[in-house]
């Protein structure tokens, strides 16, 4: 049971570029969710998805975009990398629908550096 | 402003010792109450959850929710090195967005 996977692991981009951040979950929970973490910032939400089929935005989308491909894929998109997007990114997903179920389960983290 | 606080530390302790670990929030309309521990490098982790008043215990780790006074708190018991990293109080708000909000986390250092 890998709970959370996401891909890449690090990833070093030039401005400008663009690159999707891959993620799935084998847990056959309905929510995921895009974090990105930076020191004294703590966790910050990019973007989630309720249930399959429907996005929203989070505290910090702009520069995002992302992609509720099935119940279990959500990739998040940088469109034309910046070096304020220099973070570390966490996928996550949750069961929802009770107390218990929002728990967030947390994949390794992708280390993004943008020059 | 939903705000969740904690205090950034870090906080020390001598092997075996009890650590407390302390989260204030603002919105009374809070929900769950959720504990994770990040090791530096790595993604955060959950230790526990609570949504009663009072006081949950899970081996060596009790929650403790006051929701009068709007806080929450981790107590280790025994601690030790391997308990050394950032923890995580995360809040849910009720409400349509059933919003998660977090706090910047504290750090612990357990000294052998």
């Known amino acids: 049971n890998a709970g959370v996977t996401q891909t890449p692991k690090f990833q070093v981009l030039k401005t400008g570029q663009s690159m999707t951040l891959q993620c799935a979950q084998d847990?056959?929970?309905?929510?995921m969710y895009w974090y990105r973490q930076d020191p004294g910032m703590g966790l910050r939400l990019i973007y989630y998805s309720a249930s399959e089929g429907t996005t929203d935005k989070g505290e910090v989308p702009n520069g995002y975009n992302v992609s509720r491909l099935n119940k279990r894929e959500f990739s998040l998109r940088l469109e034309s990398a910046a070096p304020s997007q220099t973070s570390v990114y966490f996928c996550?997903?949750?069961?929802?629908?009770?107390?218990?179920?929002?728990?967030?389960?947390f994949g390794e983290g992708s280390w993004l550096t943008v020059v | 402003q939903k705000e969740v606080e904690q205090n950034s530390g870090p906080l020390s302790v001598p092997e075996g010792a009890i650590a407390s670990l302390n989260c204030t929030y603002s919105d009374q309309g809070s929900q769950s109450f959720f504990w994770y521990r990040q090791y530096s490098g790595k993604s955060p982790e959950l230790i526990m959850f609570?949504?009663s008043n009072g006081d949950k215990e899970d081996g060596r780790f009790t929650a403790q929710l006051n929701k009068a006074s709007q806080y929450v708190s981790l107590l280790i018991r025994d601690s030790q090195p391997s308990d050394s990293a950032t923890y995580l109080c995360a809040v849910l708000y009720a409400g349509n967005n059933r919003k998660l909000i977090w706090g910047l986390g504290t750090s612990l250092a357990v000294n052998p």
């Open positions: 609570i949504y």
């Open positions: 996550a997903s949750s069961e929802a629908h009770s107390p218990s179920g929002n728990t967030i389960y």
């Open positions: 847990m056959n929970h309905n929510s």
